[in-house]
T-cell receptor, first 116, second 116 residues
Framework: DAGVIQSPRHEVTEMGQEVTLRCKPI?????LFWYRQTMMRGLELLIY????????DSGMPEDRFSAKMPNASFSTLKIQPSEPRDSAVYFC??????????????FGPGTRLTVL | AQKVTQAQTEISVVEKEDVTLDCVYE???????LFWYKQPPSGELVFLIR??????QNEISGRYSWNFQKSTSSFNFTITASQVVDSAVYFC?????????????FGTGTRLKVLA
């Protein structure tokens, strides 16, 4: 079975450019999470969706960041304009969320973003 | 407030030694879940185990074992007869179910180096 798919795997861009990261969750999963990992701050949850609806975006650092999930099979995380401090590895994870319980989050391979 | 503490930043052992990675958590929820993930040098996050708060049985999977003790709020991970391939960063995570958010709170990770 295919796991969580993320693209691109690596992205190098210049400050001020728009960056779009993509994620395809595991088929059948109804929750999707976007994380950022840096040496300084570790793993941070940016936003998560249940059934394509954003539930908690309190981790989104600022208005330059936006995320969408137009359908159950696809999500994007966009940074516009990008800044050097956005350089990090961005992970997408998916799980099957059910009220009264939780399920394991399975992570994609990550996108390593470098903003020059 | 919920919190996960991995006090060991880095551990080095020689191959075939046993090693225990500590995880201490804080939560007010009565229903919660604990997880361990492995992040090898290649960067992906690999799920290892999930435990719910009502199941204090220890778990063994090959060379890996986990000791969950609610009395000390700990969920420690032991690798028996360590191998070089075990070298990775290991993360402990907590998910609280009572609050209904099911977000993960990650520890800062323990870097394990297994020397040949």
């Amino acid at each position: 079975d295919a796991g969580v798919i993320q693209s691109p795997r690596h992205e190098v861009t210049e400050m001020g450019q728009e960056v779009t990261l993509r994620c395809k969750p595991i088929s059948g999963h109804n929750s999707l999470f976007w994380y950022r990992q840096t040496m300084m701050r570790g793993l941070e949850l940016l936003i998560y969706f249940n059934n394509n609806v954003p539930i908690d975006d309190s981790g989104m650092p600022e208005d330059r960041f936006s995320a969408k999930m137009p359908n159950a099979s696809f999500s994007t995380l966009k940074i516009q304009p990008s800044e050097p401090r956005d350089s990090a590895v961005y992970f997408c994870a998916s799980s099957s969320w059910e009220r009264g319980g939780t399920d394991t989050q399975y992570f994609g391979p990550g996108t390593r973003l470098t903003v020059l | 407030a919920q919190k996960v503490t991995q006090a060991q930043t880095e551990i080095s052992v020689v191959e075939k030694e046993d090693v225990t990675l500590d995880c201490v958590y804080e939560t007010r929820d009565t229903t919660y879940y604990l997880f361990w993930y492995k992040q090898p040098p290649s960067g992906e996050l690999v799920f290892l185990i999930r435990r719910n708060s009502f199941d204090e049985q220890n778990e063994i999977s090959g060379r890996y074992s986990w000791n969950f003790q609610k009395s000390t709020s700990s969920f420690n991970f032991t690798i028996t007869a360590s191998q070089v391939v075990d070298s990775a960063v290991y993360f402990c995570a907590l998910s609280e179910a009572d609050s209904g958010t099911y977000k993960y709170i990650f520890g800062t990770g323990t870097r394990l180096k297994v020397l040949a």
